[in-house]
């Protein structure tokens, strides 16, 4: 039987980037989030060692974005049109906000996440996954405006500054939804909302996704723990536009 591909998009958030030129210390802290090691080396390593003197108790996500190498762009995804994301962006996605981490965020390894994304393709069922979280980035102005130091130039380690009027950190969220599955069987497909594929740290659950695959059909009501069949007429690559109903009113469109 002839198979497709289902692709998905959904992703919101806001940032503005933050860069410098990386020279890295010696200091790293230790891992306690169960994401392994930064190797030295690498952009994580070095990023946290300008960072080592940095109270990162005043990143009250316990996630600072900046600290790994955005390939996901949740830095800009969304911002101000739709972006299109898939499986793999959404474990990419998971990864880079499980390695910026501080602590236990209730993120792990992508290959948890296949495992369970691969139980319920086996039952027939093409699952989507949802990645609903708040993080901080560095304010690209904390040093100019006085809330970090950076005695050592452009080059060197960042420091706190006591007394300062403002967080040296910005809040954002972001909203990923991802059909968790490479392939599906042309023809009648079971979508599903399973439970175990929904991470997400603000507080504000989903009361119900809206998929609009624009075939005329009208759209899908999708219900968390809930499932629900959808007819293709052709195979090959399928993008839907996704409602989120938020539990706090909100409605996010992408």
Do not use: C
Not at 59 to 72: N, S
Request: cysteine-free; aromatic content about 10%.
């Amino acid at each position: 039987m002839q198979k497709f591909l289902l692709v998905f998009a959904l992703l919101l958030t806001a940032h503005f980037g933050w860069t410098q030129k990386i020279v890295p210390l010696a200091i790293q802290p230790p891992a306690q989030t169960g994401a392994p090691l930064a190797v030295p080396g690498s952009y994580r390593y070095r990023m946290d060692s300008l960072m080592t003197a940095l109270d990162k108790t005043q990143v009250l996500t316990g996630i600072l974005y900046d600290r790994v190498f955005p390939i996901a762009r949740l830095d800009i995804f969304g911002q101000t049109t739709a972006d299109t994301s898939s499986y793999l962006h959404f474990l990419q996605a998971n990864q880079e906000l499980w390695y910026a981490s501080y602590r236990n965020v209730g993120l792990g390894a992508s290959a948890l996440i296949r495992s369970r994304a691969m139980q319920h393709t086996m039952a027939n069922s093409v699952p989507f996954g949802i990645l609903h979280y708040k993080f901080h980035i560095l304010d690209t102005l904390a040093v100019q405006q006085g809330a970090l130091s950076q005695p050592g130039g452009t080059q060197g380690a960042l420091y706190d500054v006591a007394g300062r009027s403002q967080s040296p950190y910005q809040q954002r969220e972001t909203l990923v939804v991802a059909a968790l599955s490479d392939q599906v069987t042309a023809g009648t497909v079971q979508l599903s909302l399973p439970p175990n594929l929904t991470f997400d740290n603000t507080g504000t659950g989903i009361s119900f996704l809206s998929l609009d695959f624009n075939d005329g059909a009208g759209a899908a009501i999708l219900s968390p723990g809930g499932s629900v069949y959808k007819s293709f007429s052709t195979a090959g690559d399928h993008f839907v536009r996704v409602t989120a109903h938020l539990t706090d009113g909100r409605s996010l469109i992408t």
